[in-house]
């Protein structure tokens, strides 16, 4: 069963996370950013995303459902969204990272393509 905010099975072994911080994110269309910090918390896992030059100063939360895949050897991080997706999701603010509303906006909006 597909959920959201849990790291698909196959790709995440015990005491990976802390080791995809720098790591380079790519959606289907190309390159959005690099991981500043990546959460296991249960029921709402998701890795932080500095956008750098794409959306210039901005942070993306991702929930872990989004990556099919990772390639440890070229430290990147592929998602199943493109770029205008991400772009035009819920804006990230830090004070909102643990808010269950913005969860909830986030799981809408990102859980249609991924049902």
Not at 71 to 80: Q, W
């Amino acid at each position: 069963m597909y959920n959201l905010w849990s790291y698909r099975q196959q790709l995440i072994g015990i005491g990976e996370l802390e080791n995809l911080t720098g790591y380079e994110v790519v959606a289907t269309d190309g390159t959005i950013g690099s991981i500043e910090q990546a959460s296991d918390e249960a029921g709402s896992s998701h890795i932080l995303v500095s956008a750098g030059t794409w959306i210039f100063g901005k942070k993306i939360m991702l929930p872990a459902g989004t990556i099919a895949r990772i390639d440890h050897v070229e430290r990147k991080i592929y998602v199943d969204r493109d770029k205008e997706e991400i772009k035009r999701a819920p804006k990230y603010d830090e004070e909102l990272r643990n808010d269950p509303g913005y969860h909830s906006q986030l799981d809408e909006y990102y859980g249609r393509a991924g049902m």
